[in-house]
């Protein structure tokens, strides 16, 4: 009996290191916490995946699956695997939050590879590849997409999942984001997508209780979420960060981590700690791995205080055309003229530029679909297909929008290409009409 214990505990122990993605080095760092929830009491589990600078959360409960958001493009492969080492054949429901590459990167993976019963989105359009490649996804498999309402219960295996937001339909994604609580007997989690301080302000007029004891922190740790009177409405004893090590947008920001803080939350992060991974009884809750303490919490914060990146202009000797810095063709080094300002590249440009040249360079641009997918900080987050490149927003024309078709003109602003962003909306919105019940 001894002998077959002791077997069980070390499997038990093995098993967590495989596959919570905690590293030996990582568990000796950050202390691993002794699991006290043995696993046959286990009511809920809530994997928080290390995609990055995105979110990917897998809820199961007695065999049971769901997934809140699917991280980045890239992120397929490694959600895959992740949720196949769990033992997922089947999930009871796919969740993005909303349309943004960093929440539904890899949802068309995940709804192609496992059988899945429902498909929840908020019903708002993004003209990106990635959002079309999801609407594809959820018809190749014959399903439809739900899109619930404040006040909605989804019933998980027995577990009730209260639908909170959005409250009402934004301008913005972020804040039209699907804000779930789950509850798990006398215990409770809150994910709340990207929602920003406006839409937090709607739920709390909404008048729900939204005490949880663990909180999948909006929007990377951003300070534009998490406000003050949210977080004391939630009080949350553990607050989850899913964020990407070195991120160009300074999450999560000091901000937001002081008002985490404040309010005497735990603070995990995936960046520091990887896959963190969450029990409940329905009682008591444990992690994979202690939380973070003193100058850890504030990891890269200081990154904050750092002002936006100038746009620097660079233009070929021999040319006389410019580039942006982040420009993956510049001329070597010896062609390079670095310039003061825009005025100074425009004029240096136009000197003697053949009109009929302009017109090519214009057509040959229109044949790439670079779409804005979000703003993030100081950055445009622009998709060309699948692939993300971070632009400043100074270097984008004043009137360009989430969703809005783009393409870098001749003076090196990025100009909003009206008659492609219109076809293109049209193209979605008939996929959306088919797909939403």
Known sequence: MKRKGFKEILLLFSMLFALTGCSVSEA??????????????VLLRVDFLNVGQADCALLSTNGHYMVIDGGNNGDADTILSYLEGQGVEKLDAVVGTHPHEDHIGSLDAIINHFDVDAVYMPKIMHTSKTFEDVLDAVANKGL?????SPGDTIDFNGLEIEVL???REYKDFNNNSIVLKVNAGETAFLFTGDAEETAEKDILQADYDLQADVLKVGHHGSSTSSSQAFLQAVKPKYAVISVGVGNSYHHPEEEALQRLQSIGAEIYRTDLQGNIVCTT???NIAFNCNSVSGTEVYADAARNNTPAEEVVYIANKKSKKFHLESCASLPDEENRIYLEDREEAISLQAINKPEQAIEGEKKERKKMLIIVDRFEGDYAVLLEENQTRDVPKQALAADIREGDVVFPDTDGIWKKDTAATEKRKSQIAKKMDALWE
């Open 28 to 41: 000796t760092q950050h202390g691993m916490a002794v699991d006290t929830i043995q696993t046959e009491d």
């Open 144 to 148: 439809k997409i739900k899109s619930p």
């Open 165 to 167: 937001g959005p409250q």
């Open 281 to 283: 009884d329905g009682k």
